[in-house]
């Protein structure tokens, strides 16, 4: 006879920044079948309207540390960080899909619902406080993001990469899945807490081990991190652009922040086995990501590969450990969110006879014909490069920082050998813009108002970021506070 | 009386089976069909835990499992489907479209 399992008492207000975005995708489903049927320009907006709701009631949230649904959910500072950087990216993405859906003409409401959907799956994978959770909102975030990769469906790359984002994606989840049983029975818990206390009592049982082994799989693989990034390239050049960026930014930093909360509260015990294995990953991930960049001619390619180096230089920051490793982490997802959403974007907005512009050498001559356009796009590469006085610089600075005081001399150094090697693909594209001349039809851009707006929003974003960094770096190490009791 | 470990082995067996199915297979339905079985191993791995531990948090898991996965069924054939349609045949070689 098993007890009697009294009903969780309901506080929706812990999930409102993620109910607003789920009603939000809801309205834009609705609309989508209501008049005008002829023209959707008008979803962007409520999608738009969506996500500013919730970024309203994130700052109204923010300093809270609430927990219910019998600790499944958390709403601290962490998690309302993670939620401020999503939607965020998710705001831009929105804004800049009006502008690149409108003009080849797919607009659509599923889209946009699409998005929100898997916008809410991130936000609930920065509140998960129970391993279950953990995975229902992986795979609410994932199995939407499959659907947008393969959205053009008239074009065999997209649904290639839509193909190989599923199964390999499920392949991992299931990695992911196994993981979280043998945790489970390892320690008869799913909650994050209690497998801390259950953990505590043993040491290091290798049934956790194999657990945390195959979780790590499962994570790896959402932020493809070499050996498990060999979808990324791919996926990232036949999906369109739009998702491209959203995939780049917003499903990382979800996946980051569960994997973080996982192995920085659940799996403390086993912190000196998660530190060496991620020690040999970040290694690997930075210097892998950095190389293969430097063969590349399509952008969209070169992105995909320097977003992988970028995953090792986080990952570098959680071999740290302590209190300024995670927090710097988070802030160079911040500041990786700005650059990343913001280089794509400029991306999408490019076009050269009527198809899309993604090879390096369709940007040639473009500071000749669209000098801010060039600008904008070569102050990102100059953040990912980090180049101060820009985002990039200060978060690679914090996060260099924070892994020589942990005593990590040769990881770092490793980075900063990394860092110096990828300045020569970032520097190629600038050369391309302002030193040559296109041969053929030049890149015609014709932003509209929405994409104009995104791209302004993103230059601010990264030089602000990179002028005023104490406050967005306090606000990082606020963030990580309850995940160190 | 079947002891726990048993399930265990079994479950880490399909589970095997699965990863290899995923690795050597071809024929993107296939796959498809070796994941579901890793997803299925994974679940009976939670009802013997839990049964083990004597809670029903291992069972009510596999609720939650089994409802992903027929959302991941949903969605994988309708992107077979969406692909075929395109091509008319049904390899994973056949997706290269894109090499490094």
């Given at each position: 006879m098993s007890p009697v399992v009294p009903p969780p008492a309901v506080a929706l207000g812990v999930l409102l920044p993620v109910l607003v975005v789920l009603a939000a995708a809801?309205?834009?489903?609705?609309?989508?079948?209501?008049?005008?049927?002829?023209?959707?320009?008008?979803?962007?907006?409520?999608?738009?309207?969506?996500?500013?709701?919730?970024?309203?009631?994130?700052?109204?949230?923010?300093?809270?540390?609430?927990?219910?649904?019998?600790d499944m959910v958390l709403l601290d500072t962490y998690a309302l960080y993670f939620d401020l950087v999503i939607c965020y990216a998710a705001a831009l993405i929105v804004m800049f899909s009006m502008d690149y859906l409108g003009r080849t003409g797919s607009e659509s409401g599923e889209y946009y619902s699409l998005l929100l959907f898997s916008?809410?799956?991130?936000?609930?994978?920065?509140?998960?406080?129970?391993?279950?959770?953990?995975?229902?909102?992986?795979?609410?975030?994932?199995?939407?993001?499959?659907?947008?990769?393969?959205?053009f469906k008239q074009r065999l790359t997209s649904g290639e990469a839509s193909m190989k984002y599923f199964l390999l994606g499920a392949f991992a989840s299931s990695f992911l899945l196994y993981g979280i049983a043998l945790i489970y029975g390892a320690t008869g818990s799913t909650n994050l807490d209690r497998i801390a206390a259950a953990a505590a009592t043993r040491n290091a049982e290798p049934m956790v081990l194999i657990g945390l082994a195959m979780m790590l799989v499962g994570f790896g693989f959402k932020i493809s991190s070499v050996p498990f990034h060999?979808?990324?390239?791919?996926?990232?050049?036949?999906?369109?652009t739009s998702v491209t960026a959203f995939i780049a930014t917003g499903s990382k930093a979800a996946a980051f922040a569960a994997m973080i909360r996982v192995l920085v509260v659940a799996l403390r015990g086993a912190q000196p086995d998660w530190s060496a294995l991620l020690w040999a990953l970040a290694a690997l991930t930075m210097t892998v990501?950095?190389?293969?960049?430097?063969?590349?001619?399509?952008?969209?390619?070169?992105?995909?590969?320097?977003?992988?180096?970028?995953?090792?230089?986080?990952?570098?920051?959680?071999?740290?450990?302590?209190?300024?490793?995670?927090?710097?982490?988070?802030?160079?997802?911040?500041?990786?969110?700005?650059?990343?959403?913001?280089?794509?974007?400029?991306?999408?907005?490019?076009?050269?006879?009527?198809?899309?512009?993604?090879?390096?050498?369709?940007?040639?001559?473009?500071?000749?014909?669209?000098?801010?356009?060039?600008?904008?796009?070569?102050?990102?590469?100059?953040?990912?490069?980090?180049?101060?006085?820009?985002?990039?610089?200060?978060?690679?600075?914090?996060?260099?920082?924070?892994?020589?005081?942990?005593g990590y001399i040769w990881l770092t150094v490793i980075a900063v050998l990394n860092s110096a090697v990828a300045a020569y693909y970032y520097l190629r594209v600038i050369v391309y813009m302002y030193m040559?001349?296109?041969?053929?039809?030049?890149?015609?851009?014709?932003p509209s108002l929405a994409g104009g707006l995104a791209l302004t929003l993103a230059v601010a974003g990264i030089v602000i970021l990179g002028l005023m960094p104490a406050p967005f770096a306090d606000l990082a190490q606020v963030a990580v506070a309850p995940l160190l009791r | 009386m079947v002891p726990e470990s048993y399930y265990l082995a079994l479950s880490a067996v399909l589970?095997?089976?699965?990863?290899?199915?995923?690795?050597?297979?071809?024929?993107?339905?296939?796959?498809f069909m070796s994941i579901e079985l890793m997803l299925n191993a994974a679940n009976l791995a939670f009802v013997a835990f839990g049964h083990r531990l004597g809670s029903n948090d291992g069972q009510a898991v596999v609720f939650f499992v089994m409802a992903v996965a027929a959302a991941e069924v949903a969605v994988g054939l309708a992107i077979i489907v969406a692909i075929f349609r395109l091509r008319r045949r049904l390899s994973v070689d056949d997706l290269s479209l894109m090499r490094w």
């Open positions: 809801a309205v834009v489903l609705v609309l989508d079948v209501l008049p005008p049927r002829d023209s959707k320009a008008h979803l962007g907006g409520v999608a738009l309207a969506g996500i500013i709701g919730a970024l309203l009631a994130i700052v109204m949230r923010w300093g809270t540390d609430a927990r219910a649904f019998r916008t809410a799956g991130m936000m609930l994978m920065a509140s998960a406080g129970d391993l279950i959770v953990v995975f229902l909102a992986l795979e609410l975030m994932s199995l939407s993001l499959y659907v947008l990769a393969g959205f060999m979808w990324a390239p791919d996926v990232y050049e036949g999906a369109p990501g950095n190389v293969v960049a430097l063969a590349q001619s399509n952008l969209k390619r070169l992105l995909a590969y320097s977003s992988i180096a970028h995953v090792g230089y986080m990952l570098m920051g959680l071999v740290a450990g302590g209190g300024p490793g995670p927090g710097a982490v988070l802030f160079y997802l911040l500041a990786y969110t700005f650059t990343t959403v913001g280089a794509f974007g400029a991306i999408a907005l490019c076009a050269r006879a009527g198809e899309e512009a993604v090879e390096v050498s369709d940007y040639a001559g473009l500071a000749r014909r669209h000098p801010v356009l060039a600008a904008t796009l070569a102050l990102f590469f100059l953040s990912l490069i980090g180049i101060p006085p820009l985002a990039g610089f200060v978060a690679k600075f914090y996060l260099f920082g924070a892994a020589v005081r942990a040559r001349e296109p041969d053929g039809e030049p890149v015609a851009v014709a | 589970f095997s089976i699965g990863v290899v199915g995923v690795i050597i297979r071809r024929n993107p339905l296939v796959i």
